[in-house]
């Protein structure tokens, strides 16, 4: 059974530093791995979605990276701003694809970004 | 822009009752989903649907139904409420292959008393 697992749980950062955040999963295979965002009482947001055939992915100060064969990802955010507060969860989806396909989310990291 | 709406941001039940929370969806997706979200515990599938009328089971699908008939429209029944069915409730929604990005509702907090 695929086990997603993010570390730190939370981050406590000064505005302008740049950050990553980790996402390791048991299972190494994986169909892709998204990255989302939630803010507090929300819905998740996607940010960036990794095929696994990928190596990263980027979106403005965003930068996803995936090795599948370690079973790690990591979101590198750029410049941080008080803005980008929020919980990061990543997500894996595995091999396959098909209507058997279900993600399996890590718990997240609570980000703070101090003005 | 993708929108799914889940009819209520919060709600309040009473034990036993049955509930229905219902999520539509604008962008003609072929995937719907219903997940809860609890403090410790992360996001857990309960039951998804590719297809209209068709439905499968999650990783926690017991003490839920759900309902598609159309394909905008995944309703989500509590057949009879219990407390320990307090929680998040968010829905998405994903186009074509299931493998593709799911776009999420903003949420249905469910307090049973």
């Known amino acids: 059974k695929q086990e997603v697992t993010q570390i730190p749980a939370a981050l406590s950062v000064p505005e302008g530093e740049n950050l990553v955040l980790n996402c390791s999963f048991t299972d190494s295979a994986i169909y892709n791995l998204q990255w989302f965002r939630q803010d507090p009482g929300k819905g998740l947001t996607s940010l960036l979605l990794?095929?696994?055939?990928?190596r990263e992915q980027t979106s403005g100060r965003l930068n996803a990276s995936l090795d599948k064969s370690s079973g790690r990802s990591t979101l590198y955010i750029a410049a941080s701003q008080p803005g980008d507060s929020a919980t990061y969860l990543c997500?894996?989806?595995?091999?396959?694809?098909?209507?058997?396909?279900?993600?399996?989310f890590g718990k997240g990291t609570l980000l703070t970004v101090n003005p | 822009d993708v929108k799914v709406t889940q009819s209520s941001r919060y709600l309040v039940k009473r034990t036993g009752e049955k509930v229905f929370l219902e999520c539509v969806q604008d962008m003609d997706h072929e995937n719907m989903f219903w997940y809860r979200q609890d403090p410790g515990l992360g996001l857990r599938l309960i039951y998804f649907s590719y297809d209209v009328k068709m439905k499968e089971k999650g990783d926690i699908p017991e003490g839920y139904s759900v309902s598609r008939e159309k394909k905008e429209r995944f309703s989500l029944i509590l057949e009879s409420a219990s407390t320990n069915q307090t929680s998040m409730y968010l829905c998405a929604s994903s186009r074509g292959p299931a493998k593709n990005i799911q776009y999420f509702g903003a949420g249905t907090r469910l307090s049973v008393l």
């Open positions: 997500a894996v989806g595995p091999m396959g694809g098909g209507s058997n396909y279900k993600l399996t």
């Open positions: 990794i095929q696994s055939s990928q």
